[in-house]
């Protein structure tokens, strides 16, 4: 198993890098959001590797860092859902908006991605929450408490994304006298400035 990757990139299409190491040139699938952090071609860069083995197939799988690789190892754990589904899901949402959708029960913002429909999302919700929240160190600004889920829950009522309830939600102070009228208030506010 190809554990990690530390060599040049070669070259990059829209869903894959090939880094070249030691002269062998590694084809590796990658979420947008790396694919767009990791630098251009002639650039030195370390990822972190799934190997992907089947049949017909053996296929490399690159993140940023462990932490998602974790996420993505953890994702096509889940029944149905495969190592394409699962990067599609980090491209469209942050591993951080995942866990928090995942960890607050959020179907909403998980079925937005394509190919995740509501089936899925809560197949991935039941089967990944309890093992998310004792897996993943979730980052301050992803930590919904449970007085925010209803924030949350009126975000996406009022027509707002579940990765822009998540957002709004983040940036709440971390006051807990604040009214739940107050919290929505302060969550749209921050919405219409962005």
């Known amino acids: 198993m190809i554990a990690s990757l530390n060599g040049k990139i070669e070259t990059m299409t829209a869903d894959a890098a090939v880094i070249n190491v ?19 071609p002639g650039k030195t ?38 190592p394409k589904l699962s990067i599609a899901m980090l491209s469209t949402l942050t591993p951080d908006q995942i866990v928090t959708a995942i960890a607050t029960g959020a179907a909403d913002m998980l079925d937005m991605i394509p190919g995740i429909g509501k089936k899925v999302a809560s197949r991935i919700i039941l089967e990944l929450k309890e093992k998310i ?7 301050e600004e992803a930590k919904v408490s449970d007085e925010n889920t209803d924030v949350l829950g009126a975000l996406t009522a ?7 309830a998540v957002k709004a939600v983040a940036s709440l102070p971390a006051d807990k006298k604040l009214k739940l009228e107050d919290k929505v208030k302060l969550a749209l506010q921050y919405l219409g400035k962005n």
């Open 133 to 139: 929240g004792a897996g993943w160190a979730v980052s």
């Open 158 to 164: 009022l027509g707002y994304s579940g990765a822009e």
């Open 22 to 40: 030691g002269g062998v040139g590694f084809k590796v699938f990658m979420p947008t959001s790396v694919l767009a952090s990791i630098g251009t």
């Open 45 to 82: 860069v370390k990822v972190f590797t799934h190997t992907h083995v089947r049949e017909d197939a053996i296929t490399l799988f690159g993140f940023a860092t462990e932490n998602e690789l974790w996420l993505f190892e953890t994702l096509i754990g889940v029944s149905g859902l495969g």
